[in-house]
């Protein structure tokens, strides 16, 4: 079984594949003040309460563990982890790593490693080219040619990111409960607030799709990803596919590449 983290800049998404399914997902909130001994007892206990299907020692039970970081100071901490409680060497998405991609970035050691495993996944599963779009502390939009190159992107505040900014910056207004659907005039300063969240980003979304797609073609089809996808996604259908696990199934995807066929 594999065990793949994912360490984002306020969540990490943590995910067990029993073969090619998804048998257990947990979230834990990102502070690079815990240390390895806190994560790692924080994995055995998700792992001992999501077991996998068999019944065994859930912890002896992971054979490979694959990590993508975001926040450097945390990327040796799991490494710490894998080792001390899985007695495993973990795969870490970085420079030097088999992608089966050609990055096109001016330097391809910036790219982020979560935008490389979004986009490793998408190739491999959905036609291309491709606009990846991944809600998280940022909202990301990656483009995937015809050949399968990774052309770079655009990176925007992402949604919590900016209307908790706005929040603390503004003495009237407070953070706010994201839902939908929500009327494009608001009545009410929440109802508004919601406007400006959903709608204002949805209608972001589909800009610079419309934008994306004057250079990788109008077929270009448009993948989301990221923790709140699936509220974003009911207020525009600019969305071919929806896949909330898109980052794991990368990491699944360049373990394979990596470890198994070596």
Same mark, same amino acid.
């Given at each position: 079984?594999?065990?793949?983290?994912?360490?984002?800049?306020?969540?990490?998404?943590?995910?067990?594949?029993?073969?090619?399914?998804?048998?257990?997902?947990?979230?834990?909130?990102?502070?690079?003040?815990?240390?390895?001994?806190?994560?790692?007892?924080? *994995?055995?206990?998700?792992?001992?309460?999501? +077991?996998?299907?068999?019944?065994?020692?859930? *912890?002896?039970?992971?054979?490979?563990?694959?990590?993508?970081?975001?926040?450097?100071? *945390?990327?040796?901490?799991?490494?710490?982890?894998?080792?001390?409680?899985?007695?495993?060497?973990?795969?870490?998405?970085?420079?030097?790593?088999?992608?089966?991609?050609?990055?096109?970035?001016?330097?391809?050691?910036?790219?982020?490693?979560?935008?490389?495993?979004?986009?490793?996944?998408?190739?491999?599963?959905?036609?291309? +080219?491709?606009?990846?779009?991944?809600?998280?502390?940022?909202?990301?939009?990656?483009?995937?040619?015809?050949?399968?190159?990774?052309?770079?992107?655009?990176?925007?505040?992402?949604?919590?990111?900016?209307?908790?900014? *706005?929040?603390?910056?503004?003495?009237?207004?407070?953070?706010?409960?994201?839902?939908? +659907?929500?009327?494009?005039?608001?009545?009410?300063?929440?109802?508004?607030?919601?406007?400006?969240?959903?709608?204002?980003?949805?209608?972001?979304?589909?800009?610079?799709?419309?934008?994306?797609?004057?250079?990788?073609?109008?077929?270009?089809?448009?993948?989301?990803?990221?923790?709140?996808?699936?509220?974003?996604?009911?207020?525009?259908?600019?969305?071919?596919?929806?896949? +909330?696990?898109?980052?794991?199934?990368?990491?699944?995807?360049?373990?394979?590449?990596?470890?198994?066929?070596?």
């Amino acid at each position: 079984m594999l065990l793949a983290i994912d360490i984002g800049n306020t969540n990490i998404v943590c995910g067990v594949f029993d073969g090619d399914k998804i048998a257990a997902k947990a979230r834990l909130s990102t502070d690079s003040r815990k240390t390895a001994d806190e994560y790692g007892s924080l *994995l055995a206990n998700i792992l001992t309460l999501k +077991p996998s299907s068999d019944d065994s020692d859930a *912890l002896h039970a992971i054979t490979g563990i694959a990590l993508s970081s975001v926040v450097p100071s *945390l990327t040796t901490v799991f490494r710490s982890v894998a080792t001390m409680y899985f007695g495993i060497d973990p795969l870490v998405v970085g420079p030097g790593i088999k992608t089966e991609l050609s990055i096109k970035y001016d330097d391809p050691r910036q790219v982020g490693a979560d935008r490389i495993v979004n986009a490793v996944a998408a190739t491999h599963i959905y036609p291309v +080219p491709q606009i990846i779009l991944d809600f998280g502390t940022a909202l990301t939009f990656c483009a995937i040619s015809r050949k399968k190159e990774y052309l770079g992107g655009a990176i925007f505040p992402g949604m919590h990111t900016s209307f908790s900014a *706005l929040a603390r910056g503004t003495a009237l207004l407070s953070m706010i409960e994201f839902r939908t +659907p929500v009327p494009a005039i608001g009545r009410a300063t929440e109802e508004s607030l919601q406007s400006g969240a959903i709608n204002g980003y949805a209608s972001v979304i589909e800009g610079m799709v419309a934008r994306f797609r004057k250079t990788l073609g109008d077929d270009a089809i448009v993948i989301g990803t990221g923790g709140i996808i699936e509220i974003i996604a009911k207020a525009t259908d600019i969305f071919d596919h929806i896949d +909330p696990d898109l980052t794991l199934k990368g990491l699944k995807i360049l373990h394979n590449i990596n470890r198994l066929r070596n």
